[in-house]
């Protein structure tokens, strides 16, 4: 009960400090930001796009106090009974589904380490928002770095 409160009252705070920072943002990097835009858009579009920024990090942030408040989800647990085998599968689970196949055994192993890279990310949530975050800046940001992205995804 006490870890649930703990939860909640960090929310609440974060929750407080989205509400501040959103105003924080409109009034000392919103001015910056609509200053930038003059040039390029009307008074008006830049305006909102200014208020589109400081509206987007309230939003983040409430989303982070979400997900603090949320139950942590229970781990599964093997089947009684099951024998161990390759990471915790059962013997000759490798495979399944696809009678031993070589394409059977790659998704075996593309599952077993996606498993790994999904409870690595769950340990590291906070991590995993910043960098993903980051990542999506400055693709976004670095046409040239699109491009070589896209290259390499042909």
């Given at each position: 009960?006490?870890?649930?409160?703990?939860r909640?009252v960090?929310?609440?705070?974060?929750?407080?400090?989205?509400?501040?920072?959103a105003?924080?943002?409109?009034?000392?990097?919103?001015a910056?930001i609509?200053l930038?835009?003059?040039p390029?858009?009307s008074p008006a579009?830049?305006?909102?796009?200014?208020a589109?920024?400081?509206?987007l990090?309230a939003v983040?942030l409430?989303?982070?106090s979400?997900t603090?408040?949320s139950r942590?989800?229970?781990?599964?647990?093997?089947?009684?009974g099951?024998?161990?085998?390759?990471r915790?599968?059962?013997a000759?689970a490798?495979g399944g589904?696809?009678?031993?196949?070589?394409?059977?055994?790659?998704a075996?192993i593309?599952?077993?380490?996606?498993?790994?890279?999904?409870s690595?990310v769950?340990?590291h949530?906070?991590?995993?928002?910043v960098t993903?975050?980051?990542?999506g800046?400055?693709?976004?940001?670095?046409?040239r770095?699109r491009r070589?992205?896209?290259?390499?995804?042909r």
């Open positions: 009960m006490q870890d649930r409160f703990a909640l960090i929310a609440f705070g974060l929750a407080i400090v989205a509400g501040l920072l105003v924080a943002t409109f009034g000392l990097v919103g910056a609509f930038a835009l003059l390029v858009i579009q830049a305006a909102l796009a200014t589109a920024v400081a509206l990090l983040i409430l989303l982070m979400r603090i408040v942590p989800r229970s781990s599964s647990t093997p089947a009684a099951a024998t161990p085998g390759f915790g599968r059962p000759g490798l589904g696809f009678g031993g196949t070589k394409a059977g055994l790659a075996s593309g599952e077993a380490f996606g498993s790994d890279a999904e690595l769950r340990a949530a906070g991590s995993a928002v993903a975050l980051i990542a800046f400055a693709i976004g940001v670095s046409p770095l070589s992205l896209w290259r390499l995804l």
